[in-house]
């Protein structure tokens, strides 16, 4: 039987990528090209042995209201690393926050909190500005990564932007990784679908 989650020894691995830092801004990590156009639909691909569900806002800011903020599907994923798709995803995302933490931010990291969010964005998806951080459940959520799956000729709009005004870009396979403190957005998307994947690595909660 295959083990559901890293231990903290495997936290330790580190593969040997280099990393792209944006000139404007010390505080994301792009990472070009991570994964292959067939490692991204084959992620498309697994997302659809599990259930999607409508995309609802579990927290966010009181000045930006709940009423529109938010509309995708989205699907999670388990850490089964007895799947071959996902283990290569988790073990690829796991050495890669390890090494940009290390180089930029030195949190305090234990492991990827929970399961990976597939998200689907349609005609008009999009997700306004909101932090990954916040209470409860959320609260050990430290490192923010998204990873592209779809070709940007699929689709149009969906640009993901950090507040105020910088807009990451990114083609397919590319990962950014942020803190989760940081507040972002997903522009609507304005033709085609956008397909991305969602994952938070953390630990003991900031003080």
């Known amino acids: 039987m295959g083990k ?25 990590a792009l990472r070009k090209g ?15 042995k599990y259930e999607t569900h409508e ?11 709940v009423s529109g903020h938010r ?7 388990p850490q089964d690393l007895s799947n071959h798709t996902l ?5 690829t995302l796991l050495g890669l926050v390890k090494e940009v933490n290390d180089d930029m931010w030195r949190f305090d990291l ?3 909190a929970g399961k990976a969010q597939f998200t689907r964005y349609d005609l008009s998806g999009h997700f306004n500005y909101h932090m990954d951080l916040g209470d409860d459940a959320l609260s050990d959520r430290k490192v923010s990564v998204v990873v592209l799956l779809s070709d940007p000729a699929d689709f149009e709009g969906g640009e993901l932007q950090l507040f105020p005004d910088t807009t990451i870009p990114m083609e397919q396979g590319d990962v950014v990784m942020f803190p989760s403190y940081m507040v972002h957005r997903l522009t ?13 690595c953390g630990g003991v909660p900031f003080r």
Do not use: N
């Open 71 to 77: 509309d995708s599907h989205i699907t999670w994923l």
């Open 87 to 91: 283990r290569y995803m988790w073990y």
């Open 34 to 48: 991570v994964f292959s156009e067939f490692k991204c639909w084959s992620l498309v691909r697994a997302s659809r």
């Open 4 to 28: 559901c989650c890293p231990s903290k020894e495997e936290l330790s691995f580190k593969p040997t990528l280099s990393l792209q830092f944006s000139p404007k801004s010390s505080q994301y």
């Open 110 to 112: 234990e492991t990827f």
């Open 188 to 200: 609507p998307v304005t033709k085609g679908q956008r397909f991305s994947l969602v994952a938070w």
């Open 55 to 65: 995309a609802l806002v579990e927290h966010q800011f009181s000045d930006y209201g």
